[in-house]
Structure formats: C-alpha cells, structure tokens
C-alpha cells in the first residue's frame, strides 16, 4: 500500500509517499519545503503569508513527492491542529486528488503524526506493540502535552502547558536576544558555549502535583534578566550564551521530571518523544538517561523527522484505517472516496 501523506499545518509545505509492506515501513519519498526564509523578516510566521506560499508550493511538492506514481491507495492529510488558513490549502488539495483519483481520504491529527514518528525510521510496526503502554511528550511550537499512550488511538492526555508551549518558549527567547527565528535550533546552538548554572531561571510547576507545564513566567523571567542587563551593556557573547543555557536548562528539568514522574506512576515500558523540540539533544540526552535508569526505553524520531512533515502524517493515517484487517491486508480496490466528508480544524484535540 502507498500512502500520500500531505501537511500544511504551519509553515511547511510537506508531501511524502510511504510505502507499507509486510508489516514494515517503506519511506519513498520526503518533500518538506520550508517557509522559514519568508517569515525571517517578521520575527514569527503569518498566517495570511503562510496560506499562499502552501497554495503556490503545494502541486510541485505532491508532484515530487508522487515521483512515477500516478496514484496512491490512501491518502492521509493534517486535518488539525494548526493555523486555519494554511491547514485549509492542505486539506482542500487533498479532498480535490481524492475526488479525482477516487482514492480514499483520512484526516490526521498532526500530533498523532508526532507522536508515532520514532517508528518512522524502523523496520516493523510490531515492535510498537511491546513499547506499550508508554507515556509521550510532544513538544512542539504549538503544543506541550504528556499523553498516556495505550494503543493505536488509545491515548489519554494527563497533561499539558497551561500557556506557551515549550517550542514557542525558545522562539521568544531568542527573539528577545535578536537571534532570529526559529529560535529552538538557534537558543540550543548558543547554549554549547553557555553556563547553564550562570543564571537560576524559575522552573515553574515543577513541584506542582500534576503534570501540567508552564513556560509564560520563565519567559518574562529571561526578558526582566536582559531588561535588567542592557542598560549596563552587559549582554556580552558570552552572557547571551549563558542565558541560552541556564534558559535551555530550566526548560528541560521540567519537561524531564514530570515525564520521568508519570513513566513512573503509569508503570510503562516506554517513553515517547516527538515534535520539533523533540530535535534538542539536551532533552533527548536527559530522556534516555533517565529512562535507562527506569529501565524502559526511549523511543525518539531522527532528528531530520522531529519537525513537521508529511511522513509521519502517511504513517498516522495508516494507523487511523479504520480496522486491523484492513491494515494488514490493505485497502480494498473498490475503496471509496470520502472527500466530502472531511475539513480542516484549527483546534483539533488528540484525546
Ligand atoms: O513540530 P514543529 O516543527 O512545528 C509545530 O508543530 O509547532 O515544532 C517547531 C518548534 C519551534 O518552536 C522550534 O523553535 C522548536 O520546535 N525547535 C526546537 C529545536 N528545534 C526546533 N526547540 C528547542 N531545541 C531545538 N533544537
Ligand atoms: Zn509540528
């Protein structure tokens, strides 16, 4: 079976083609045209640019992603969550080939796509069946939850960030130290040459008896600190490198304790990372070690898959066919079309 997968839920314009047999998955292609230059200049993305860069990109990227073939089996789109203007581009796009291919069309939560997108660089899909049940952190631009995960769609949130999501953390940080966007790769970059224990940033909601986060007070935290700073001409290389690390370090003893505290309280075997922040090796370091001292494993995607794509989008909608049967034995020729049935949802929830 070919899947096309298609994602547009922010600023990238991503189409994949991935292939499942035997059990195994196949990833064929993988076209992920980014709109990080276009929205350089504004510091953040917009949304009304966003939309038609996706609308001028997206033909040439499903062209390219599709190759020689001429129609997939499936066809699995983000149907949420995300920006509603550029999730739309995506959604209509796919309802049209589904229309005129009479493929067959599946919605996907974009943080299902996260979430399983470990598995994308594995051999069997069997093996996620001894990883379970596992506890996941996404942790994207948008998002910051822990999710008990049960099964294939079985999934129970436990917790989440009660404001900014870690990913949009970073991206104001550097923002307020004139780094550039996006701030995640550019923050962790700074932090090789940086103190982490230079500065004591709060670590807000780590003692709270939840599993819910909170990044808006640490940010403030960081733009009093430089605020506080500049008029003495103190914000030097290094002290900008220290406030990344010290900044970067708070960030993760949270993320980590309370990961690590539910793996405990839910007895899992695993720990799942995903999302783009998932890219920050701190964070996967501090994961692995704690999850070996638990003696679970630690599933995290490669680090060219952590950011948005359409892959994990293909590898969601095959887990989102609506039986085993179908999925073990494919889809059935006479598979009807479904496109009038699906749109796009800003506000889509996991669980
Ligand atoms: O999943 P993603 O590509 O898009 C969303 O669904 O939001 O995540 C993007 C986020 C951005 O906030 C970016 O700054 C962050 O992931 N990010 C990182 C790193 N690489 C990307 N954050 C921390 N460290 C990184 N190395
Ligand atoms: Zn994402």
């Known amino acids: ?13 991503a189409a994949s083609l991935l292939e499942v047999k035997n059990g195994g998955f196949n990833l064929l292609s993988n076209v992920v045209l980014s709109q990080t230059e276009i929205h350089k200049k504004y510091g953040g993305i917009v949304p009304e640019v966003a939309a038609r860069a996706h609308l001028e990109a997206i033909n040439f990227v499903i062209a390219e992603a599709l190759g020689k073939t001429i129609k997939p089996d499936l066809i699995a789109v983000t149907k949420g969550p995300g920006l509603i203007t550029s999730l739309a581009v995506g959604v209509q796009t796919a309802k049209t080939l589904s229309y005129i291919w009479q493929a067959p069309l599946i919605g996907v939560n974009h943080l299902a796509g996260h979430l399983w997108s470990f598995l994308l660089n ?7 069946l001894n990883s379970l049940p596992a506890v996941a952190l996404i942790v994207s631009g948008g998002h910051t939850e822990l999710v008990l995960v049960k099964g294939i769609g079985k999934y129970k949130l436990i917790g989440q960030t009660l404001d900014d999501a870690a990913g949009e953390a970073f991206d104001k940080v550097a923002k307020m130290l004139g780094l550039g966007y996006p701030g995640g790769p550019i923050v962790s970059h700074f932090t090789l040459k940086g103190n982490k224990d230079k500065i004591k940033f709060p670590r807000p909601m780590l003692a709270s008896a939840d599993f819910d986060f909170s990044f808006s007070g640490l940010k403030t935290s960081v733009k009093y600190f430089i ?3 500049l008029p003495k001409g103190n914000l030097s290389q290094q002290m900008i490198c220290d406030i990344c690390a010290s900044f970067q370090a708070a960030v993760i003893e949270v993320l980590a304790a ?33 999850a070996q001292n638990l003696n679970i494993n630690c599933l995290v995607p490669e680090k060219w ?7 994990m989008i293909a590898l969601a909608g095959y887990f989102n066919l609506p039986s085993p049967r179908l999925r073990q ?23």
Do not use: H
């Open 1 to 13: 079976m070919k899947i096309l997968g298609i994602e547009t839920s922010c600023d990238e314009t």
């Open 122 to 128: 594995r051999n069997s899909q069997f093996e996620i």
């Open 227 to 229: 605020r506080d700073l």
């Open 258 to 290: 309370k990961t690590v505290w539910a793996a405990e309280k839910y007895k899992v075997k695993s720990i799942i990372l995903g999302g783009g922040v998932s890219a920050n090796e701190e964070l996967a370091q501090r994961l692995r070690f704690k």
């Open 305 to 311: 898959l952590t950011g948005d794509n359409a892959a």
């Open 329 to 351: 034995t494919g889809l059935k020729k006479s598979s009807k079309s479904n496109w009038k049935k699906l749109n796009a949802e800003a506000n889509l929830r996991l669980v």
